[in-house]
């Protein structure tokens, strides 16, 4: 079951749902619209190993915004602090920035619940296009959960900024 816009907004007053800056013009039906961080991340090499660290490099956006080109991955990030131990974040793109053709957290859209920090996102651009920080690049939803909960203690826990890849930790 999805949270409609008005949860949503019930549950941070509660503080069962951490959005952080929260502001109630970024509500929609049945989500919360998440902006772009200041930075990007990207990975150094064009070929990338999954069973080693993956060196990247931080772009700050400029004030006129930055070009994401094809063919590369960028690693930002949700302005807000987001998570919830008690529903299941899930987040996407927006359909206004899917019609530029930039796919927003096309993967890895399930956010463990547990999980509370700056959410990593990341976009491919199917043609070149300009994206600014603060803008509206995204959005997340909240799932009620059934069942007994773990609560997420993981790797990326409070993460600050955007986050590369660890997976190559799983083969250690």
Request: net charge neutral; hydrophobic share 35%; proline share 4%.
């Amino acid at each position: 079951m999805i949270l409609s816009g008005n949860k949503i907004k019930e549950e941070v007053k509660k503080g069962r749902i951490t959005i952080e800056p929260f502001d109630e013009n970024m509500l929609n039906p049945n989500s919360y619209n998440y902006e772009l961080g200041d930075y990007l991340k990207v990975y150094e090499k064009d070929t990338l190993d999954s069973k080693k660290h993956n060196v990247t490099k931080t772009i700050e956006i400029p004030d006129e915004g930055i070009v994401l080109m094809p063919n590369k991955i960028y690693l930002g990030y949700t302005k807000e602090i987001i998570g919830s131990d008690y529903f299941v974040p899930i987040i996407t793109g927006r359909s206004s920035t899917g019609r530029l053709g930039l796919f927003v957290q096309i993967t890895s859209d399930l956010v463990d619940i547990g999980f509370k920090g700056n959410l990593t996102i990341q976009f491919c651009a199917t043609q070149p296009v300009r994206v600014y920080k603060g803008m509206k690049i995204g959005q997340v939803l909240f799932h009620r959960i059934y069942g007994d909960v773990t609560l997420y203690s993981g790797k990326y826990q409070n993460s600050i900024g955007p986050r590369e890849s660890e997976i190559w930790r799983d083969f250690s």
